[in-house]
Structures are given as C-alpha cells and as structure tokens.
C-alpha cells in the first residue's frame, strides 16, 4: 500500500521511497521548479484543495465568492457542465514498487463514454504537462485518454487532449534514466 506524506510530498511503499511523477520530470530536466512565479504552487495547491471539495459535494461554489480562488472554481464548474463529466475517481494515488514511482491523479472522469485522466491546471500550457499525464497513465495501468484541464482567472477553460502517441515512450525513458542514475551514478 502507497502512503502518501502530503507535509514532504513524499510516496512511500514498504518502507521504500518512491519518485513521484514530476519529482522524475524535474530530475530528467524536463522543467525546472525555479521557473514558477512566487506563489504559484500555492494557488495550485488552493484550487485543487476547492475543486476537490466542490466534486466530493463538500462545498458549493457559492461559498467561493469572495475567494480569490473564485474565478478558477467558476471555471472548473464550467468545464463540468460543459463536457458532462462524471467523476470514477478523485485524488487516486497511482504507481509502487514495482512500477517505480508514484503519483496523485487529480481525476479520473467519464465524458461522452470515454474514460479521461485528468490533470487540473492553474497556470499556462508547458510542454512537458503530456508527459506528466503520460506517467499518470502508466502508473495507473489504465486504457484511457489523457489532458489537462486549464482553469484561467478570467472564469474559462480550456481542455488539451495529450494524445500524442511518443508521450507514453518519453515517460518511460525518464523513468528508466531515473532509476539507473540513482542506482549506478549516485
């Protein structure tokens, strides 16, 4: 069983440390976490945090006016009546020993009969965000589509589709070089 340390963002497994997914990306120089404007990983972590409670019916969005958060919630709502998504999971961890690495899906979602993996965003479009849901997809073991959800400050939208078919491959090599570096070069 996987155990997730939300403090350190650390999965462990049997007493092993597991890599989370963009703990590899990052590692494999596929982005830098320096690059993000200050406070951006907080509103990240906010608008998770409020489009978890709205999904699992905890809160209503109403309750978000005069929340900063605000238009980023109205915007996940949006997204929700538009495309008739129908929640299978929330938040599932993905991943173990034996894959290699962990990782938090945002959400697994029925829409027009297809199976999504879904990854929310609150900030732009980065190149490496397919291949994040690239190992999302391979630690959960599931047939299905993949792409973010953009939510914007504006109260939009905008879905991407990660459907190019290397995505899968290039997370595999990162993966792959990760494990040899940290076994052979430490």
């Known amino acids: 069983m996987i155990v997730f340390d939300a403090l350190n963002h650390t999965y462990t ?72 998504a129908e929640f299978i999971g929330i938040e599932v961890m993905v991943g173990g020993k034996e894959l290699g690495a962990a990782g938090m899906v945002d959400r697994f979602a029925e829409i027009r009969g297809k199976l999504w993996l879904l990854d929310i965003k609150s900030g732009y479009k980065m190149a490496w965000h397919p291949i994040q849901t690239a190992g999302y997809k391979y630690l959960s073991r599931r047939s299905c589509r993949r792409g973010s959800v953009y939510l914007k400050d504006t109260g939009k939208y905008e879905l991407v589709e990660h459907a190019e078919r290397y995505d899968e491959v290039v997370w595999k090599a990162a993966l792959i070089t990760h494990r040899w570096k940290r076994e052979y070069a430490a």
């Open 13 to 84: 497994e049997d007493g092993a440390l597991l890599p989370s997914v963009t703990t590899v990306l990052a590692a494999e120089g596929f982005y830098d976490p320096r690059q993000f404007a200050p406070g951006s990983a907080d509103r990240g972590t906010g608008v998770h945090l409020i489009t978890q409670l709205l999904d699992e019916g905890m809160r209503e969005l109403a309750s978000y006016t005069l929340d900063p958060l605000y238009p980023y919630a109205l915007a996940w709502e949006k997204f929700k009546q538009h495309t008739g």
